[in-house]
């Protein structure tokens, strides 16, 4: 194979590797911020299971259910935390980078669609994250709940950490879903009626998806992420049928 047809896969391969060095940059530079900031987020976070700040005023030397673990404990769960905000405070900007690198690759007329992602994927993003931080208490409530009234249940913050990233990241993720779904009917890749004829398989899908990573496991979690990602898709699919309808008429007219 010549070098010529080699460097359209090297030309991509260099893409990717420029987008991501900038989205790990954005990330690390966020992730400072979380690094001095990290006494308010602790309390913002621990708030479901303990009050932090009422645990050190009253003296004690614990909060609730919750403990941290070994040596390397402290400064381990204080890295995580700060890189944990950056990759959600630099969400714009390494989903732009995402769309930046898969646009290309569309129609030269329909990149202006990047625009559209950009300015509607961040604040879908936010809000999956704002929502699946409301849910947090009560999916806490639900699963300590589980507990046996004679047993005593301690969790390490490092699991706790894990479960509460697992579960606002996945509700903000899944808040992308109609944007990505538009996305693609501007682009003239999906219509409309393709989007909502499988609706049965597509809810389907949407329950499923809930079930296998919403990281509690409880119905009532699930049911809480499932419910708003199916109006979203039909949401979606609606507003892609009105667009469809308008591209047709602009070509009647135009005829």
């Not at 990717?16 to 966020?30: E, H």
């Not at 409309?192 to 409880?218: E, M, Q, V």
């Not at 119905?219 to 609606?238: D, K, S």
């Amino acid at each position: 194979m010549s070098s010529t047809a080699r460097m359209p896969l090297l030309e991509h391969f260099r893409e990717l590797r420029k987008r991501l060095f900038y989205s790990a940059i954005a990330i690390l530079l966020f992730s400072l911020l979380g690094w001095f900031f990290y006494d308010t987020i602790i309390n913002k976070l621990a708030a479901p299971v303990c009050d932090l700040s009422a645990a050190t005023a009253s003296g004690s030397k614990s909060c609730g259910v919750l403990y941290i673990n070994g040596v390397l404990g402290p400064i381990d769960l204080k890295f995580k935390i700060s890189l944990i905000l950056g990759l959600l405070l630099a969400s714009p900007f390494w989903l732009f980078q995402l769309w930046s690198f898969i646009s290309p690759g569309l129609h030269p007329r329909e990149r202006r669609n990047s625009i559209f992602f950009t300015i509607f994927a961040i604040p879908f993003f936010a809000v999956g994250v704002f929502v699946g931080y409301l849910i947090l208490p009560i999916a806490v409530k639900v699963l300590l709940g589980f507990t046996p009234a004679n047993l005593s249940n301690l969790v390490r913050f490092d699991d706790y950490l894990s479960f509460v990233t697992q579960l606002i990241l996945i509700f903000g993720i899944a808040f992308e879903l109609p944007v990505f779904l538009l996305s693609l009917n501007l682009a003239r890749v999906l219509s409309g009626r393709s989007i909502l004829k499988p609706w049965r398989y597509a809810i389907f899908g949407i329950t499923l998806f809930s079930a296998i990573f919403t990281p509690t496991g409880d119905p009532i979690t699930m049911l809480l992420l499932a419910i708003p990602l199916i109006i979203l898709y039909l949401l979606a699919g609606f507003i892609a049928l009105a667009i469809d309808r308008k591209r047709r008429l602009h070509i009647e007219v135009e005829q």
